[in-house]
């Protein structure tokens, strides 16, 4: 999707209804800060509001996505190509959010690391060396925990049994044993648990 087409075609449609960035925000709930971002191309409508822009500015949801108003004779085509350009975006961004991961998860492991090489090089043997290694590793566990919930957020786990696609929650995949991102979980359609690796795809 062309957020900058998508903006201009919000400011053209919201002038054609007479309507200021001010009045379209306040009968949106939202800042008029909000709408000049759209129009310049910076962000795009949320979806819960989506519906209700489109009927205020007399467009389709396809024509907003478009960035044009459609003819009916091309509304087919056009669909199948928001849909593809959906789907590629939402991959770029899964794939973003599973690097962020990964990286998260090593900057946290090395520090950890370095941290307990610096602990155990620089102080003495004793209760202060406890406290600073159990604080060390509370430290560098938040990061971890982050990154999981990432993990989760992203893609599916596939059932090695039937091959249905999982979508746990935050709690199911914390408690579930893993092997990296491969985690034994208990698959809603077969019943059974089995060891389900990681898949991006949704």
């Keep these: 999707m062309d957020q900058i087409k998508i903006g201009k075609f919000i400011a053209e449609r919201r002038k054609s209804v007479n309507l200021t960035q001010m009045q379209l925000a306040e009968m949106l709930n939202i800042t008029d800060r909000a709408i000049s971002k759209w129009e310049c191309g910076k962000a795009m409508p949320d979806s819960a509001i989506m519906l209700d822009l489109c009927g205020i500015l007399k ?12 003819n009916m004779e ?29 990286t998260i998860m090593a900057v946290s492991i090395i520090g950890l690391i370095g ?12 209760p202060w060396m406890l406290v600073a290694i159990l604080s060390l590793c509370v430290f560098f566990m938040i990061p971890c925990f982050y990154a999981l919930k990432l993990e989760v957020s992203v893609g599916a786990y596939k ?11 935050y ?28 898949i991006l795809k949704k």
């Excluded at 059932?159 to 929650?169: A, L, R, S």
């Design 74 to 102: 091309n509304n087919d085509q056009k669909n199948e190509q928001l849909l593809l350009d959906m789907a590629k975006e939402l991959e770029k961004k899964n794939k973003t959010i599973w690097n962020a991961m990964w």
């Design 115 to 126: 941290g307990l090489a610096i602990i155990a090089f620089f102080m003495p043997e004793g």
């Design 159 to 169: 059932c090695k049994n039937c091959g249905y696609e999982i979508v746990p929650t």
């Design 171 to 198: 709690m199911q995949a914390l408690n579930a044993l893993h092997r990296g991102t491969t985690r034994y979980l208990k698959c809603p359609k077969c019943n059974k648990r089995t060891w389900c690796k990681k």
């Design 59 to 70: 467009i389709t949801v396809n024509d907003l996505l478009s960035g044009e108003k459609i």
